[in-house]
């Protein structure tokens, strides 16, 4: 029976000197790297992103790891694209078998894994783009209502208008965060947009040649028809494949 999700997050806290609270914040793939780094000690941990925030660091992450697994023959698939989404059943499943993977490979040596991060910042990440904290701003301002319904005080104006202050600043740092992850995931859209746009432009001049040569290529046209095909209720802007088509 695997280790419960508190002894692997304490074991995992221990070993790389984090302060991880749930097991979905492996997702990321930092701490996946930095434990197969306590092991074989030559993972470019300066490369590696402890605290990534967007999923397009996310799966750098898991790139560098992919390629420690190919490097050393690890015979085992990385879920990539269920782990980025930092589930806490597909963490769970994949953090057990890395602590059983180092039970068997961690030869006990010292390993000093701040060390390794060349003080590179190890902030706990969160398991999605972090917006400000709700709880403690919004209970403040809650608290400041039934305060000062339950007496008047003495400054009674200073505190209401120090508190729309906090609010507006609030909601500033809350607006702020949502744009920084807004951008990251335009990066991301962008990143995986160019190179489908890659793939469609090399398929394509691939069967303009065989069509050239009277031949054809089922796997191309199958790829194409995947390139082009839409879900429910989507649709393509008017002129964009007309437009496309002129080039």
């Known amino acids: 029976m695997g280790e419960s999700r508190m002894e692997l997050l304490q074991w995992l806290n221990r070993l790389l000197q984090i302060n991880y609270t749930k097991v979905e914040q492996c ?20 490369r590696v992103k402890m605290n990534a925030k967007h999923e397009y660091e996310f799966i750098a992450n898991f790139k560098i790891l992919q390629n420690v697994f190919r490097q050393h023959k690890v015979e085992k698939p990385i879920p990539v694209e269920k782990l980025v989404k930092c589930k806490m059943q597909d963490n769970l499943e994949f953090l057990q078998w890395i602590k059983r993977f180092w039970d068997t490979n961690y030869g006990g040596h010292p390993y000093d894994p701040v060390a390794r991060r060349r003080g590179a910042p190890a902030d706990t990440p969160a398991t999605i783009a972090p917006l400000a904290p709700s709880g403690s701003r919004t209970g403040g301002l809650g608290g400041g209502a039934s305060r000062a319904g339950g007496r008047t005080p003495v400054t009674g104006h200073r505190s209401a208008s120090a508190q729309p202050n906090e609010a507006v600043q609030n909601l500033t740092a809350q607006l702020r965060e949502m744009n920084v992850h ?9 990143f995986y947009f160019a190179k489908l746009r890659d793939i469609e432009i ?3 001049q691939q069967l303009e040649t065989l069509q050239a040569e009277e031949q054809d290529d089922p796997v191309l046209r199958e790829i194409q028809k995947i390139l082009y095909s ?13 437009e496309e088509e002129t080039f």
Do not use: H, N, W
Not at 182 to 190: M, N, T, V
Not at 235 to 241: I, L, S
């Open 27 to 46: 997702g990321t793939g930092g701490a996946y790297c930095q434990v197969m780094d306590s092991i074989f000690g030559d993972i470019p941990m300066a």
């Open 182 to 190: 807004l951008e990251g995931l335009e990066k991301e859209r962008d």
């Open 230 to 242: 839409t879900e429910e209720g989507f649709e393509v802007p008017e002129g964009t494949v007309d």
């Open 202 to 204: 090399i398929v394509q």
